[in-house]
């Protein structure tokens, strides 16, 4: 009787490795994806701020390109015989 009890006990050592195997791989795949969603998070903060940077360039560009247009309207509506053409 004592060997049905020790096969069933390594039966259950078994079943538990296993099992213990199974929970291992299965964090293994999250910790791997957790990393891979990380590594692209940070890609994308990295790519995003430099698009950003690139457009608020152009933007700071754009801004004082239409100063430039409003000064010389302005100029232009207040004296009008300044931009004349003689024809």
Known sequence: ??????????????????????NR???SHISLNVRRLFDFLVQFEATTKSKLASL???LDTLERKLELIEVQVGTASANPSLFARDV
């Open 25 to 27: 791989e299965f964090i």
């Open 56 to 58: 608020n360039e152009k």
């Open 1 to 22: 009787m004592a060997r049905a009890g020790g096969i069933s006990n390594a039966v259950n050592v078994g079943i538990a490795v296993q099992a213990d195997w199974e």
